[in-house]
């Protein structure tokens, strides 16, 4: 993990999002985990570092695993939002953040 919990919940909560969850096991059976996430909306954001220096994330093998993963996440209902570590605490990040939480209240959802 590259960030600090505390300090992403920390300004995270500045513009009104609710404090997340950290490492939350999604799947009942597979050992799969969300980096961070709000599991009564089912929104979840997936860290991905070493974009840049070819690391894990962006090896073919890895790649199609952290596809499974994704794909089964979307499969279940899940909203899953990506990025690099240095993006995680940005108006951006939080901008997408909220409107994901928003779009799952509007439609009805927790």
Not at 37 to 59: F, K, S, T, Y
Not at 86 to 98: A, F, Q
Request: hydrophobic residues 35%; glycine residues 8%; positive net charge.
């Amino acid at each position: 993990m590259k960030y600090n919990p505390v300090i992403v919940t920390a300004y995270y909560k500045t513009f009104g999002i609710p404090p997340p969850e950290y490492e939350y096991k999604f799947h009942p059976v597979r050992k799969w985990k969300f980096d961070i996430c709000w599991p009564l909306q089912m929104v979840a954001v997936e860290v991905d570092g070493g974009i840049w220096i070819r690391g894990g994330h962006n090896r073919g093998a890895q790649m199609k695993k952290d596809w499974e993963k994704r794909n089964t996440a979307t499969s279940m209902g899940w909203r899953v939002l990506l990025c690099e570590p240095r993006d995680l605490c940005t108006e951006e990040m939080v901008g997408w953040i909220k409107l994901t939480i928003q779009t799952v209240y509007m439609e009805g959802n927790p």
